[in-house]
């Protein structure tokens, strides 16, 4: 492996694409804080904390959950970065 610190999403991407994807990624975490914050206030009145907690917990593992179910994690090595990737034939 020429680079381990390269993503999986850096190496799919273009080039010309790269800070638009990490924009979009950055966008999506920022984003949802204010709403995760409300959503554990509200919780927290209506239950108690510990409920808070563990739902919490519960969230912060569906992402790994989710990768461990997905093809990514059955990656032996990193795909074909995208500006070397060969060019498909197009129809006429």
């Given amino acids: ?8 999403r ?3 991407c273009p080039p010309e694409l790269q800070a638009r994807a990490q924009q979009t990624s950055t966008w ?5 804080r ?5 959503a554990a206030g509200a919780l927290a009145a209506a ?3 510990w409920t808070v907690l563990l739902v919490g917990a ?3 593992a569906v992402p790994a959950l989710v990768l461990w179910r997905s093809p ?11 500006s070397t990737a060969p060019a498909r034939a197009t129809r006429p």
Avoid: E
């Fill in 58 to 60: 519960f969230v912060l």
């Fill in 47 to 49: 239950t108690n904390v």
């Fill in 34 to 38: 204010p709403f995760a914050a409300v």
């Fill in 10 to 12: 850096q190496q799919i």
């Fill in 1 to 8: 492996m020429r680079n381990a610190k390269n993503s999986v």
């Fill in 72 to 82: 990514v994690s059955r990656l032996t090595s990193m795909p074909v970065p995208a």
């Fill in 28 to 32: 999506l975490v920022s984003g949802s």
